[in-house]
């Protein structure tokens, strides 16, 4: 999970699963982010209201939900839950809630977004499908 200031594109926080980590630079993904976003504006003639909210990489998706001074990003492998949009709405919500003065004034000190960190968590999901498994080759001849 990824916290990036709108205006500036730089990373303010991240958490992540260090069992599913994928990523290996969050400021280059934070920053990556913006550019792509930007670039999709200026290119495509994209109104300032229409947002991106998922870029598709091979098997991951990057879900991206959008707050008036922040958003949040995360990677997903696989089919992940709709309730997990819900999720990260509900987290860049409380962060805009607790945190909009701090967005609003924000100067590149991200020290004061650490304690967001209990927020992106709430965000964070693992699930893996149990591999069925297959009756041995005797008991299937007899």
Same mark, same amino acid.
């Given at each position: 999970? @990824? ?15 260090? *069992?599913? *980590? !994928?990523?290996?630079? #969050? ?6 982010? =913006? #550019?792509?976003? /930007? &670039?999709?504006? /200026?290119? @495509? /003639?994209?109104?300032? *209201? ?6 598709? !990489?091979?098997? &991951? ?8 001074? #922040? ?7 696989? /089919? #992940?839950?709709? =309730? ?22 924000? +100067?590149?000190?991200?020290? !004061? ?8 968590? *709430? ?6 499908? +149990? ?12």
């Amino acid at each position: 999970m @990824f916290l990036i200031h709108k205006k500036s594109g730089l990373l303010l926080n991240d958490v992540v699963d260090t *069992s599913l *980590s !994928v990523t290996k630079d #969050a400021d280059m993904v934070s920053s990556m982010l =913006s #550019a792509i976003k /930007d &670039f999709v504006q /200026d290119s @495509f /003639d994209v109104e300032q *209201s229409n947002e991106l909210n998922t870029i598709n !990489v091979g098997q &991951f998706n990057i879900w991206i939900e959008q707050g008036p001074e #922040a958003i949040i990003a995360t990677i997903v492998e696989g /089919d #992940a839950p709709s =309730s997990l949009r819900e999720k990260m709405k509900e987290a860049i919500e409380k962060v805009h809630l607790k945190y909009s003065l701090e967005l609003n004034k924000f +100067e590149g000190d991200t020290e !004061v977004f650490e304690k967001t960190e209990a927020y992106l968590e *709430s965000c964070l999901l693992s699930e893996q499908k +149990e591999t069925k498994k297959r009756k041995p080759i005797t008991i299937i001849i007899l």
